[in-house]
């Protein structure tokens, strides 16, 4: 399996931008669909996004898709998401995840979870 670690969380104000991002290692990297998925209190894990190998995004909802992207770097073994105009209602835990395959969006098809990262957006 393919151990991954999220870092860019943070605290930020409703409208501010934030990128996440995602490092892996222990695994053929190009070989995984790399996802997203948030937690918020309460809640069950919500997809986000997801990138396959060849760089093809899936988006968990129209206004997800206009204010978030996806993007993966082969080479260097990181996936990013980058989140615009955030709102209280992105609060949550971000997960990075992967999978051997193509793009799901239910998260226990993916086999491999980092420890998440908080993302807190302040009214």
């Known amino acids: 399996q393919v151990q991954l670690v999220e870092s860019g969380g943070g605290l930020v104000q409703t409208g501010d931008s934030l990128g996440l991002s995602c490092a892996a290692s222990?695994?053929?990297?190009?070989?995984?669909?790399l996802g997203w998925f948030r937690r918020a209190p309460g809640k069950e894990h919500d997809f986000v996004a997801a990138?396959?190998?060849?760089?093809?995004?899936?988006y968990a909802s129209s206004s997800v898709k206009g204010r978030f992207t996806i993007s993966r770097d082969n080479t260097k073994n990181t996936v990013h998401l980058r989140m615009t105009n955030l709102t209280p209602e992105d609060t949550a835990v971000y997960y990075c995840?992967?999978?051997?395959?193509?793009?799901?969006?239910?998260?226990?098809?993916?086999?491999?979870w980092g420890q998440g990262t908080q993302v807190t957006v302040s009214s």
């Open positions: 995840a992967a999978r051997y395959g193509g793009s799901r969006r239910n998260h226990a098809d993916y086999d491999s």
């Open positions: 222990g695994g053929t990297f190009a070989s995984y669909t």
């Open positions: 990138v396959t190998w060849s760089g093809q995004p899936t």
